[in-house]
């Protein structure tokens, strides 16, 4: 997706983009008008890429996707390069839904679980993702840690959800889990949740991860840094919105448009404003 790809630029890396769908604009919006990419729209760019030898990657960042056949072809795509480079790193955001809600087609579901999961080294699924990845209604910690424990036991090392609501005082927690050299190591960060709902959050935080983990080899300082960008953005963006709608008025979708361009400086050097807790 575009957006990951600025993200990434941005913080120093040469990306290519694939478009998963065009469309007109995002789907928060009253209405949306485009296409929706399928197996053989991606088929034939990744021959393109083959035959230009141009198909050697370091990372594979896959999110929003709305046609089954794609998901799948992308499946192919991911074992067919790690084939070529073994130590290529797939970040999977399974982008499903949240509050509740699916907006991908269901049959998207099985596909992640069977096909996806077992070839993704790392996964940054949002709560209501976990909970349709593994079954696990989340309403506690333990619920969220149990769950890491099921995507890690079908395939990714890392495991990582961006966002869950299940404490008491309302806020937001993050929780991460990687596997490395037999050792388990888990964090916790929590934040105050924002009376608002923004699009392309998730985006955000898969590409800040993947950027960060790359350049510090350091799980929970990925974490923070991730963490500390998305709530700069996130709070400049609101705060802008509601200057511009007026006192007493909603924001529109368009005046919650992440502002990304005027937070340049926090993607780039995140505050130093979160502590993970090590669980």
Known sequence: MCAKREFDQVLGFDV???????????????????????????????????????????????GYIGSQSFLEKVAEIVVDLKKKNPSLVYVCDPVMGDNGEMYVPAELLPVYIDKILPIADI???????????????????EDAIEA???????????????????????????LASTVANGKKEVYKVQFQKLNAVFVGTGDLFAACLLAWLEKDKDLKLALEKTIATLQSVIKRTFEKAKALAGEGNRPTPAQMELQLVQSKTDIEAPPNSYNAVVL
Do not use: W
């Not at 050697?56 to 960042?61: A, P, R, V």
């Not at 996964?123 to 910690?141: C, D, H, R, W, Y």
């Open 123 to 141: 996964v940054t699924p949002n709560q209501f993702e976990v909970e349709k990845l593994t079954g696990i209604k989340i309403t506690s910690e």
């Open 16 to 62: 290519s983009t694939i478009n998963s769908v065009q469309f007109s604009n995002h789907t928060g919006y009253k209405c949306f008008k485009g296409q929706v990419l399928n197996s053989d729209d991606l088929a034939c760019l990744y021959d393109g890429l083959q035959e230009n030898g141009i198909s050697s990657f370091s990372h594979i960042l896959t």
């Open 148 to 174: 890491m424990k099921i995507l890690h036991s079908r395939g990714p090392k890392t495991v990582v959800i961006s966002s869950s609501e299940f404490s008491s005082d309302g806020s937001i927690t993050s």
